[in-house]
């Protein structure tokens, strides 16, 4: 029997990291996941052991609190870009690396400075690879819940013999938005970028009235396009949060899309890419 090393890669995984700045009493936090994820001539690790193109990842978790203390953390693909730089740069037997990181906010509680508050469920994210033919960054979101009480439809869809759904002209339509979206150039300030971005899938949803959720991704796939040019594709996953206008007859009420369960699952859950037609190839951005 013949056996061969396939695709391999290694790397620490979810190192958390927190920065607080303080001007004077007034602090900033920065909040963290980090996972970092190196490959390249790690042949002889697999086959015989030899560690000598090991970059341990106990040390990649180290550069990360090292660069945060260093360098400090700004838009966190600026800081994802450092620590893949980094390793590529430094390390000979590295000859990839991807820098995958998540951000959680916190807002100011109160106004003493020093009190925060989780900013509700939503995470900001990113991808950076590095390697030899470039540098690619895919930004995102996840955990943006949002909320149209009207102008949403559905109607005019397939049926068959299991179809119990009826037709609505008026229904809430809810979703958690995931989004993450490729550069095809790099932004001067992510940041701006990250925020034009998100108010675009935001005015998208709240402008557009739906006859799908599936309508309502492309129009904000396409809104982010419009507003971003630095940005060529945009990849969303969208669940249905269901909600059932509940019946009140038995109690002798009626209930005129007021009163409503909102059903946690089974949720539908519609996913799609809109993307420029003249898109650069995507290389490793999206691994
Ligand atoms: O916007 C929707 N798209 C669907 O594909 C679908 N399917 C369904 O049952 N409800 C909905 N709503």
Redesign the pocket.
Known sequence: MVVVLGPNRYGKAETRVVQVTRHGDAHRVKDLNVSATLSGDMTEVHLSGDNSAVLPTDTQKNTVYAFAKKHGIGAIEDFALLLARHFVGTQSAVRHARVAIEEYTWERNGSNGHSFARAGRETRTCVAHVDGSGERVVSGLRGLVVMNTTNSE?WG?AKDKYTT?TETRDRI?ATEVAASWRHADFPTYWDKSHETARWALLAAFADTY?L???QTLYAMGSRVLAECPEICEVRLSLP?K?HFEVDLSHFGLDNDGEIFLAADRPY?L?EGTVLREDAPAAGPAWE
């Open positions: 559905f869809f759904l339509l739906s799908s959720l599936q249905n269901h539908g519609i």
